[in-house]
């Protein structure tokens, strides 16, 4: 195996082991709020990051390691988000499908801005918004075949909820995203030297 393909797997690894890590621990990755426990999502920044260091591809795959591991989180911690959350239609496709798009909207931003700190931005809040976007409506496309009935009350609260989410995620997103990948990629040539 060549050397630059190690250093992407291993980085892969360290970016997957990050959203496990952000997963499971209380108020990190998901933090908390209101008597209901909906949830901020702040896991989408490593998979943004990781996406747009590594490419569409690897994005994917650190997509589909948030997604099986938001299944397993909301079976575990059983909030209200269970109700949607258990179904990998609403919860793995969405991600992966982030992960894709992060990586090529920040190809694409590099290539035409060729401003990687503006790029790392664009992706970061384009990608956050596609995850709000993409879980809402598919919560509400497959909802047929969620194994809970939670009725229009409690389904007009839980979107209402995810739709308020999705501003502070995006606001954290377009602030920490580019500040960090900055980071990252400067570490990662740096590494790519040795």
Do not use: H
């Amino acid at each position: 195996m060549e050397r630059k393909q190690m250093l992407k797997l291993t980085q892969t690894a360290l970016f997957a082991a990050i959203i496990i890590f952000m997963t499971f621990v209380p108020y990190v990755g998901y933090i908390a709020y209101g008597p209901a426990s909906f949830s901020i999502t702040t896991v989408q920044i490593p998979v943004i990051i990781g996406a747009c260091v590594l490419g569409p591809l690897y994005g994917g795959v650190l997509g589909l390691v948030w997604g099986v591991t938001s299944i397993f989180k909301s079976m575990i911690i059983g909030t209200i988000e269970v109700a949607i959350f258990t179904n990998p239609l609403v919860s793995v496709l969405p991600r992966v499908i982030v992960g894709v798009f992060a990586g090529w909207l920040f190809i694409w931003f590099c290539r035409l801005i060729k401003k990687p700190l503006v790029s790392f931005g664009i992706a970061g809040v384009l990608g956050t918004l596609t995850n709000t976007v993409l879980v809402l409506t598919a919560a509400n496309i497959f909802d047929k075949i969620n194994p809970f009935d939670i009725g229009v009350m409690l389904k007009t609260i839980l979107n209402t909820a995810i739709s308020i989410n999705g501003v502070v995620e995006v606001a954290a997103c377009a602030v920490l995203v580019p500040v960090i990948g900055m980071a990252v990629r400067k570490a990662q040539r740096r590494m790519s030297k040795v």
